[in-house]
């Protein structure tokens, strides 16, 4: 079983800037696909950013393009995001999530995803 811890989160200012992590343990860490998740209240859960099993891919939603970065550190068993220009509608809970595939195939579907963290609050607010 992968299981997969988020931290990071907190309150911060529109504009401002948060880095999520999340850390894996279980299971061989680069055999799987990583997605950030997130959902705010009422909301259906989204995808926000997707990296590849070696890192050699990364796929965003158009709402943080530009503005979030999404890394791996296969050593470290870590992924993190990266969220710069913050704004309040960044505000919900994000979570990890991890999906087994071949090298070279990478969904950015929620279903396909079997193993997700507990979430991290993120709230964008002055």
């Known amino acids: 079983q992968l299981q997969l811890v988020e931290s990071g989160g907190g309150l911060v200012q529109p504009g401002g800037s948060l880095r999520l992590s999340c850390v894996a343990s279980g299971y061989t860490f680069d055999h799987y696909n990583i997605g950030w998740f997130r959902q705010a209240p009422g909301k259906e859960r989204e995808g926000v950013s997707f990296?590849?099993?070696?890192?050699?891919?990364?796929k965003y939603a158009d709402s943080v393009k530009g503005r979030f970065t999404i890394s791996r550190d296969n050593a470290k068993d870590t992924v993190y995001l990266q969220m710069n220009s913050l704004k309040p509608e960044d505000t919900a809970i994000y979570y990890c999530?991890?999906?087994?595939?071949?090298?070279?195939?990478?969904?950015?579907?929620?279903?396909?995803?079997?193993?997700w963290g507990q979430g991290t609050q993120v709230t964008v607010s002055s």
């Open positions: 999530a991890a999906e087994r595939k071949p090298v070279g195939i990478m969904t950015m579907s929620r279903e396909h995803y079997d193993f």
């Open positions: 990296i590849s099993r070696m890192g050699d891919s990364t």
